[in-house]
């Protein structure tokens, strides 16, 4: 069973892929995931090349000593200010949903996004930076959304927000 800290109320497998992802950023040799909150492979494994790394027994399980060398260094990295904090831009309500032709910073983000993805999907149209949720970016999210086999609405909520971006991570990360 692995070690998790009980007196903190965030979610501990986040931590370790944020931790793990933010070493990859840094060093370049856990290899990228992308922070889901659920123990997948890519984390298991990402977990053993750290393990391998700082000398401990390569089991893949995050017990007390992986947990505690990834928040030492996780902390030195942050004190000696290496590493750019995440900032989180979208909002935390459970239903949010933007509506279409909704003017927001977010959706430059989003088209952002989308068009650094669009190479790996045939039907996305070249996005224009407007800030607007508007029907061509609306189109793109469909299309992004029947790729990844759920309902192919045009809803912006945070379903498709997390899939939208995973699949940047995810490419992103052969790139570099």
């Keep these: 069973m692995a070690y998790y800290n009980l007196e903190d109320s965030s979610n501990p497998i986040l931590q370790i892929q944020r931790i793990l992802r933010d070493l990859e950023r840094l060093e370049g ?21 750290f393990q391998k790394k700082y000398g401990l027994s390569p089991t893949g399980v995050v017990d007390k000593e992986t947990w505690d060398l990834l928040h030492k260094i996780d902390e030195a990295q ?26 927001d910073n977010v959706i430059y983000v989003i088209q952002h996004l ?9 039907d996305f149209k070249e996005l224009e930076f407007n800030g607007i ?9 469909k299309a992004f959304q029947r790729r ?16 939208l971006s995973k699949e940047y991570e995810r490419i992103n990360s052969r790139q570099g």
């Design 29 to 49: 040799s856990i290899s990228p995931i992308a922070p889901s909150g659920n123990f997948e492979i890519d984390t298991r494994d990402a977990v053993v090349r």
């Design 78 to 103: 942050r004190d000696s200010n290496q590493l750019i904090n995440a900032i989180e831009i979208f909002p935390r309500e459970k239903n949010y949903e933007i509506p279409l032709n909704t003017r």
């Design 114 to 122: 989308l068009n650094e993805i669009k190479n790996e999907y045939e």
């Design 133 to 141: 949720y508007n029907k061509e970016t609306q189109d793109n999210i």
């Design 148 to 163: 990844h086999l759920i309902e192919d609405n045009g809803r912006l909520n945070a379903e498709t927000i997390n899939l």
